[in-house]
């Protein structure tokens, strides 16, 4: 069963804003549910819609993060940035015991990585903007 605690995300933080630090990015940390780990991006100098090949971004648009490969299927800069930050909310001690063929789901906790909200979507304050 997915868990996480105010604790566990007390230690993972500062690898989570140190990712956002390099690449220039404002976001929060929150848990949803107890079993989700949330980054909501705020707004950032790392200009997001090229994830979606020049595509644009929906407001509150959630990038969920539990089984499979995730390897070379972002683009760029910012797929470099999304692996990373995924990488640094899973923390060392994440695991995935997963078994979906026979319906069993275990892992230490989800993530989510959110562009912004409905009412306030990322803003990409890069030199492009």
């Given at each position: 069963m997915a868990y996480i605690s105010q604790e566990q995300k007390k230690e993972l933080t500062p690898a989570i804003k140190a990712v956002l630090n390099r690449y220039g990015?404002?976001?929060t940390i929150s848990i949803n549910h107890y079993s989700t780990l949330v980054v909501k991006l705020k707004s950032g100098d790392l200009d997001l819609d090229a994830l979606h090949q020049g595509q644009s971004l929906y407001a509150g648009e959630t990038l969920s993060f539990t089984h499979g490969p995730r390897a070379n299927v972002w683009l760029g800069e910012a797929g470099t940035f999304i692996n990373e930050l995924n990488d640094a909310?899973?923390?060392?001690e994440w695991f995935d015991h997963s078994d979906s063929m026979t319906d069993y789901f275990h892992l230490a906790h989800y993530t989510d990585i959110k562009f912004g909200d409905y009412k306030k979507p990322y803003v990409?304050?890069?030199?492009?903007?």
């Open positions: 990015v404002k976001g909310m899973k923390g060392p990409y304050t890069g030199a492009a903007a």
